[in-house]
């Protein structure tokens, strides 16, 4: 039986892409320390924590015997040491879902939730939703979250993943305030190791024992998020063309995401101008989130005063030139064009390749 199971579970752009970087590209020396990055990929936890997500609660099917959650959870169980789950979309669950994740294991389990201050996931979580298909106006996503409408699909999702302390409250009350840790992100200027090496002390070894030498996740710059959202609005109205029963937003992640944005546009984050962010309205909300943090006496690694919200650097989407959009546009359609054909270019050797061993 594992020794404990420590679950990171968020909040969105907080940093746990970095995390999951570093935990699976050291699993190896990991291991040695007796520290398991549970499943064989990290895509297993995903698999895993969607499927408990969509089931097992009140209303929903039950939990397949040997569907993905219990399958993560056997190899935990069969573990003699720490296992370790990082997956984001834990962090807003209810009361009863996290009641359900936490009693499915045999050992102890300690909860790490990671946070960033409200200006600096204001834009990312902008940026990131337009990645995702989103075609709301910053101007629009920033009233929305304002207004903390829950009516509000936008402000709704935005405060279900960034609502820290109503986050900590609930899975601290579930495991018990000695099992559960608010880490913070440091503020820009830290070192850039400064979060692994927080989160390397829950896990009880020498940050020193994994390489940071992982793959980055940028984000993207104004410009590319404006076309990007344009282009989300296009394809919203639909494909005349396209099928009966065929629904192309169905491969908005493959296309939009990772291959217009991940492989060809992210590059240029560096050349883009970016998002900036100044309101005193955030300064607020941020520090009565601080306050409330505080005030429930969360275990804290790091310092609560880097939640307190600083004015972010950038430009607002009118600065944004027709030009600037224009060189964004244009760089995605030779990029998606280069892919497209690169692709193609291995379809037909593949089928070649086919039709000569066919005939032999």
């Given at each position: 039986?594992?020794?404990?199971?420590?679950?990171?579970?968020?909040?969105?752009?907080s940093?746990?892409?970095?995390?999951?970087?570093?935990?699976?590209?050291?699993?190896?020396v990991?291991?040695?320390?007796?520290?398991?990055?549970a499943?064989?990929?990290?895509?297993?936890?995903?698999?895993?924590?969607?499927?408990?997500?969509?089931?097992?609660?009140?209303?929903?099917?039950?939990?397949?015997?040997?569907?993905?959650?219990?399958r993560?959870v056997?190899?935990?169980d069969?573990?003699?040491?720490?296992?370790?789950v990082s997956?984001e979309?834990?962090?807003?669950?209810?009361?009863?879902?996290?009641?359900?994740?936490r009693?499915?294991?045999?050992?102890?389990v300690?909860?790490?939730?990671?946070?960033?201050?409200l200006?600096?996931?204001?834009t990312?979580?902008?940026?990131?939703?337009?990645?995702?298909?989103?075609?709301?106006t910053?101007?629009?996503?920033?009233?929305?979250?304002?207004?903390?409408?829950?009516?509000?699909a936008?402000?709704?999702?935005?405060?279900?993943?960034?609502?820290l302390?109503?986050?900590?409250?609930?899975?601290?009350?579930?495991?018990?305030?000695?099992h559960?840790?608010?880490?913070?992100?440091?503020?820009?200027?830290?070192?850039?190791?400064l979060?692994w090496?927080?989160?390397?002390?829950?896990?009880?070894?020498?940050?020193?024992t994994?390489?940071?030498?992982?793959?980055?996740?940028?984000?993207?710059?104004?410009?590319?998020?404006?076309?990007?959202?344009?282009?989300?609005?296009e394809?919203a109205?639909g494909?005349?063309?396209?099928?009966?029963?065929?629904?192309?937003?169905r491969y908005?992640?493959?296309?939009?995401?990772?291959?217009?944005?991940?492989?060809?546009?992210?590059?240029?984050?560096?050349?883009?101008?970016?998002?900036?962010?100044?309101?005193?309205?955030?300064?607020?909300?941020?520090?009565?989130e601080?306050r409330r943090?505080?005030?429930?006496?969360?275990?804290?690694?790091?310092?609560?005063?880097?939640?307190?919200?600083?004015?972010?650097?950038?430009?607002?989407?009118?600065?944004?030139?027709?030009?600037?959009?224009?060189?964004?546009?244009?760089?995605?359609?030779?990029?998606?064009?280069?892919?497209?054909a690169?692709?193609?270019?291995?379809?037909?050797?593949?089928?070649?390749?086919?039709?000569?061993?066919?005939?032999?």
């Open positions: 039986m594992a020794e404990r199971v420590i679950l990171h579970i968020g909040s969105m752009k940093g746990t892409s970095f995390v999951q970087n570093v935990l699976g590209n050291n699993r190896a990991l291991a040695e320390h007796g520290i398991s990055l499943g064989q990929k990290w895509r297993d936890q995903v698999k895993a924590v969607q499927d408990v997500i969509g089931q097992g609660g009140e209303g929903q099917p039950p939990l397949r015997r040997n569907g993905p959650w219990r993560l056997k190899e935990i069969a573990w003699q040491g720490t296992a370790v997956m979309f834990l962090a807003p669950r209810n009361a009863a879902k996290i009641e359900l994740i009693d499915s294991f045999d050992a102890p300690d909860v790490v939730l990671t946070g960033r201050d200006a600096r996931n204001l990312a979580m902008w940026l990131e939703s337009v990645q995702n298909g989103s075609a709301t910053w101007a629009h996503y920033l009233e929305a979250v304002r207004a903390e409408d829950r009516g509000n936008d402000g709704r999702a935005f405060w279900r993943h960034q609502g302390a109503s986050i900590a409250g609930r899975w601290s009350d579930a495991v018990g305030p000695e559960f840790t608010l880490v913070t992100v440091p503020q820009k200027g830290a070192p850039a190791d979060l090496t927080r989160f390397a002390s829950l896990l009880g070894i020498d940050p020193a994994c390489s940071l030498g992982v793959r980055a996740n940028p984000s993207i710059g104004l410009a590319t998020a404006l076309v990007l959202r344009e282009l989300n609005e394809l109205k494909d005349p063309a396209a099928e009966e029963g065929t629904n192309p937003q908005h992640d493959l296309l939009v995401k990772h291959l217009l944005t991940k492989r060809a546009l992210a590059h240029r984050h560096a050349q883009e101008p970016r998002l900036g962010l100044d309101a005193r309205w955030v300064l607020k909300r941020g520090t009565e601080v943090l505080r005030e429930a006496g969360h275990r804290v690694v790091g310092d609560l005063d880097e939640l307190v919200p600083r004015p972010v650097p950038g430009v607002q989407p009118s600065d944004v030139s027709l030009q600037e959009r224009h060189a964004a546009a244009m760089e995605a359609l030779t990029r998606m064009v280069q892919i497209s690169r692709r193609e270019d291995r379809n037909r050797r593949r089928l070649a390749e086919a039709k000569e061993a066919a005939q032999r």
